[in-house]
């Protein structure tokens, strides 16, 4: 049984929601240990930036693999 595209989309949404809370509070303690002071709303911009990649990426993935399951079924 392969996923829809919209349940790999929502499983992504969810799981990218997640990394992003956590990414917040990560980038807040990583980048001013290496120098870089931000301000919260430049976190935010970075860390949605690397969202929206993450979820292009995770969702391309998961969609080239159902893909090979179907056509290898």
Known sequence: M??????SFAET????????CVSLVITAIVLPAYGHNVTL???V??????TVASILRMYA???FFNW??????
């Open 2 to 7: 392969t996923q829809t595209r919209l349940s």
């Open 61 to 63: 993935v998961r969609r």
């Open 68 to 73: 090979l399951g179907a056509r290898n079924a």
């Open 13 to 20: 949404i969810i799981s990218i929601c997640i990394g992003f």
């Open 45 to 50: 911009q970075i860390t949605a930036i690397f």
């Open 41 to 43: 709303i430049e976190n």
